[in-house]
C-alpha cells in the first residue's frame, strides 16, 4: 500500500487479494466478489491515505473495497460500461478509466461510491487503453499508454494532444510517477522499464530483464 509497505494487493482470474507480511509471516485475505456473479479483475488503484482501492472488472464495472476491512462498498457505476476495464488512475474524488475499446472516461465518486451523474467520455483511441497515470500536483497532464506500444500525452484532462509516440516494443503495462515528484516517470513493457524526464520526455534509463513480464 502507499503507507504501508507490507501489505499489496494481488488479483489474477477471479481472485483478489490482499498480501500482508508480518513478523516474517505472509497473511492473505480474500476480497469475497460473490460467487453468483464472479468478475476477473484486471486492474487496481489504491487511494493516496489506503482508505480504499478501486477494482476495475472485465465485466466493465469497479469494485470500491474498504482496505482495512477488505469488504466491498459499493459496485458501480449504475450501468457498467460497455467494455472491459484495462487501466485506472485517481484524481481527487475522480477515477480516469481506460477501457479495452480505446475510450477513456472521466467518472465522479461520492461518498457512497460512485457520483449519480453519468460519467464523461473524453478521448476516444482506436487501441486499448492499458495504463493511465497523472503526475503529483499536475492533474492537468494525462498520461496514456496503449496495447500498441504508444505513448499519449493530454493536456486540460484530453482536452488537447501534447504528443504522441512509440515508447517499447511491446504494450505499455503501467506508467508510475514517485509519489512526491512529476519530475521523472517510469514504464514498464514486457522485457524492459525505462526512466523517462518529464518535460521533455527524454529517455533518461533502460533496464532489460530478459524472459521477465514488467510491471510497476
Same mark, same amino acid.
Given at each position: 500500500l502507499n503507507k504501508n509497505d507490507n501489505k499489496f494487493i494481488a488479483f489474477g482470474g477471479e481472485s483478489l487479494q490482499m498480501f500482508e507480511l508480518k513478523d516474517g509471516k505472509l497473511k492473505i485475505t480474500d476480497v469475497n466478489m460473490g460467487e453468483e456473479n464472479p468478475r476477473k479483475v484486471n486492474c487496481v488503484i489504491i487511494d493516496e491515505d489506503d482508505e480504499y482501492f478501486y477494482? *476495475?472488472?472485465?465485466?466493465?464495472?469497479?469494485?470500491?473495497?474498504?482496505?482495512k476491512t477488505m469488504m466491498v462498498k459499493s459496485v458501480g $457505476?449504475?450501468? $457498467?460500461?460497455?467494455?472491459?476495464?484495462w487501466s485506472m488512475t485517481k484524481i481527487d474524488r475522480e477515477l480516469l478509466i481506460g477501457t479495452k475499446d480505446g475510450i477513456i472516461i472521466l467518472a465522479r465518486l461520492s461518498s457512497s461510491g460512485f457520483? %449519480?451523474?453519468? $460519467?464523461?467520455?473524453?478521448?476516444?483511441?482506436?487501441? $486499448?487503453?492499458?495504463?493511465?497515470?497523472?503526475?503529483?500536483? %499536475?492533474?492537468?497532464?494525462?498520461?496514456? *499508454?496503449?496495447?500498441?506500444?504508444?505513448?499519449y500525452q493530454y493536456l486540460n484532462l484530453g482536452e488537447k494532444l501534447k504528443q504522441q509516440r512509440t515508447f517499447h516494443h511491446g504494450k505499455i503495462n503501467s506508467i508510475t510517477f514517485p509519489l512526491t515528484s512529476s519530475d521523472v516517470f517510469i514504464?514498464?513493457?514486457?522485457?524492459?522499464? %525505462?526512466?523517462?524526464e518529464t518535460s521533455q520526455t527524454k529517455l533518461m534509463h533502460c533496464i532489460s530483464f530478459p524472459n521477465a513480464f514488467c510491471n510497476i
Open positions: 477494482a *476495475g472488472s472485465e465485466a466493465g464495472d469497479i469494485l470500491v473495497v474498504h482496505c $457505476p449504475a450501468h $457498467p460500461f460497455e467494455f472491459p476495464i457520483d %449519480r451523474k453519468a $460519467p464523461d467520455e473524453i478521448v476516444h483511441l482506436n487501441v $486499448p487503453i492499458t495504463s493511465l497515470a497523472v503526475p503529483p500536483g %499536475r492533474a492537468n497532464l494525462l498520461c496514456v *499508454g496503449t496495447l500498441d506500444n504508444t505513448f514504464t514498464a513493457s514486457k522485457h524492459e522499464m %525505462r526512466v523517462w
